[in-house]
């Protein structure tokens, strides 16, 4: 139907020639932009009454008193149903400290939260399938829990800011809620977060629709190839400094896919850029000293190197 839709655009009612590559570009665009938004909206709205029965009080409970690897397991899989924002990692932070979570545990929250959540699985699957969809599920996880066991085995809780073990966070009573008011709150999250990652979701796609358009075949296999092999630590470096959510970065992965870039650079690229931002950075600074702050930084930065050189070497 929307393969249809995209068809009836831009052949019948603009009227370009199969072929060209202002036509490919605008095909792309089109499709993808319908078929995106429309599985974001689905899938949010899903995920969002998962996300009610979970809500902030009630995760750190669930990670205060667990063994510190089932924790950071427990984490991992919280951080897919319960993603917050880097502008919201902080008082997160805070309170998971507060509450006795082990720094490790936390730091698998941390991680697994920006880079395995609702939104780059739905983009996963619109565009790859849920093979590369699940792939990407079970690698970030992996990455989220080896990456909180080796700083929970540090044992670096003197390297976080010692305001933070002074604040008491009050306890909240949780409310228990009606199915229409997790209904109403689906509504409104679906709506909160369509508005704030449409704007990325088109934009990325029309950068995809040109690179799939213009970008020649040959050209970027020749420097981001599988031949390439300084291709995966490059593409980490590259994507570290970065700012993008899945939202942003996944539909540009999607091209540099069909243009010969292999998976395990790509895949490296994605998690460097969603789970190493900058801007998340200069907020932790707020509550982590530049040692541990350096430490996450280098844990994460091999790890997903070793993700990258791994999905190439087997796929």
Known sequence: MLEWFADLVVYRWIGLTKGEHLTEALHFFIYDVLKILLLLTVIIYAVSIVRSFFPPE???KL??????FVGNIAAALLGVVTPFCSCSAVPMFIGFVESGVPLG??????????????????????LFGWKIAGIYMATGLTVAVVGGMLIGRAKMEDQVAEYVYQIKMPEVEIASLTWRQRHDYGVQYTRDILKKIWIYVIAAIAIGGLIHGYAPADFLVRYAGPDNLFAV??????GIPLYSNAAGIIPIVHVLMEKGVAFGTVLAFMMAVTALSLPEMIILKQVLKPKLIGLFVGIMALTITFVGYLFNAIL
């Open 58 to 60: 009630r995760t750190k």
């Open 63 to 68: 990670l205060s008193h667990k063994r510190e």
């Open 105 to 126: 545990v936390t730091f698998s929250f941390l991680i697994s939260s920006p880079m395995v959540n609702e939104v780059a699985l739905v983009l996963l699957f619109g």
């Open 233 to 238: 630590p490059l593409a980490v470096l590259i």
